[in-house]
């Protein structure tokens, strides 16, 4: 067996990550097309994260380089710039879903790994009493009557005066797919536009993929663009337990998708040399 030690990964794998990820000045993220290819190419990604966190980002796309890190005053830094404008144009396009849901940070999933997220991260209506607190479920029931409404509208339709009861519950509806955001204004005054997914995904939030399935398309999705996976990675970019991301890792072996190189290691069978 080949032992790697975590977090160093060979250079020949740092860089097909560089191609597939975008990390790459010649293949950058430019305009908001080049996002939602992007984000169709690798699956699912964040949004504004740097290289301090595992993973395909839009943000380091669009800097095209693997070691970019997120200035303090993004305001005036031309790179994080462009990545919040394209952020917010793919949002309002809805081609790819977006919301704060792998670890609460903002993410795009392609529409093909729309079921599979759900299947794994979505609330089923009849455990929504259960699993929602009440603020959500008050935002939720408004929604689902209203199918858009933007954020001060919202809280005030749902009767929640204190707006950190109300991020909260928005945070929480997102991590569970219940909300979308759509759009985003800026004047006269900051406000986010929500919908449900259903709006925008009918098809995709219908489909029933098991849970088997669903750990074994993200865990496709995410090593076809990794290469190759150290130990914990599946889960630390996901959220998933250690537990599902070696089911979902070991799927892949079983249909030969990828090999075993170690405990916790994976790498796509196309890449053995």
């Not at 597939?20 to 430019?30: A, G, T």
């Not at 790179?79 to 849901?101: H, N, P």
């Not at 985003?184 to 399935?213: C, G, H, Q």
């Not at 979902?248 to 998708?257: I, Q």
Request: positive net charge; proline residues 5%.
């Amino acid at each position: 067996m080949i032992e790697f030690a975590i977090m160093e990964l060979p250079e020949e794998i740092e860089s097909y990550r560089d191609r597939f990820w975008r990390r790459d000045p010649e293949m950058k993220v430019e305009r908001v097309y080049d996002a939602e290819r992007f984000v169709e190419e690798v699956g699912f990604c964040t949004a504004l994260t740097d290289s301090r966190r595992p993973g395909p980002s839009l943000y380091l796309a669009v800097c095209g380089r693997r070691d970019a890190h997120m200035p303090r005053n993004v305001q005036k830094d031309p790179e994080s710039s462009l990545a919040w404008t394209i952020k917010d144009d793919v949002m309002r396009r809805g081609q790819c879903f977006y919301g704060k849901l792998l670890k609460g940070h903002s993410t795009f999933i392609a529409r093909r790994l729309i079921p599979f997220f759900n299947s794994l991260w979505g609330v089923s209506r009849k455990d929504e009493k259960k699993v929602l607190s009440q603020d959500a479920q008050l935002i939720l029931k408004v929604l689902r009557s209203e199918w858009e409404m933007a954020s001060r509208d919202l809280r005030s339709a749902a009767k929640i005066n204190e707006r950190a009861r109300f991020d909260k519950a928005m945070t929480e509806l997102q991590k569970a797919m219940k909300v979308i955001p759509s759009e985003v204004l800026y004047e006269p005054f900051f406000n986010y536009i929500w919908s449900i997914p259903e709006a925008r995904f009918s098809d995709e939030m219908k489909t029933k993929p098991s849970k088997e399935e669903s750990l074994r398309e993200i865990a496709r999705a995410y090593l076809n663009g990794a290469g190759m996976t150290f130990r914990g990675e599946l889960a630390r970019v996901t959220g998933l337990s250690s537990p599902d991301a070696g089911l979902g890792n070991w799927a892949l072996v079983d249909e030969g998708f990828a090999e075993r190189l170690g405990p916790g290691i994976y790498r796509l069978t196309s890449l053995k040399n």
